[in-house]
């Protein structure tokens, strides 16, 4: 497993209850189900059914934007979750 750092932003930031944290996952589905393990509140509004929900996204390394649950994350990938609404 791959430890990522996962960051919030905007109402995820709310959500999550934290700015960041390190998870090990070796995909970015697993990060969502790890994520709503961790913290609850994610879950149903960043994150339904373990998919993203409507209107969020995650950004891998400030270079690429994806709603993907099988994108391949390495160790020391940045995770940020935010929503894709100007402002976050």
Not at 7 to 18: K, P, V
Not at 21 to 41: I, Q, S
Request: aromatic share 6%; glycine share 12%.
């Amino acid at each position: 497993m791959a430890k990522v750092r996962i960051e919030f932003f905007g109402m995820a930031r709310r959500y999550a209850g934290l700015e960041s944290m390190e998870l090990e996952a070796n995909t970015t589905g697993e990060v969502l189900r790890l994520l709503v393990a961790a913290c609850p509140k994610l879950n149903g509004t960043c994150i339904r059914d373990g998919e993203l929900a409507a209107g969020w996204l995650l950004n891998l390394d400030g270079r690429q934007f994806t709603r993907s649950l099988h994108e391949p994350l390495s160790a020391g990938t940045s995770v940020l979750l935010m929503s894709n609404d100007v402002g976050g």
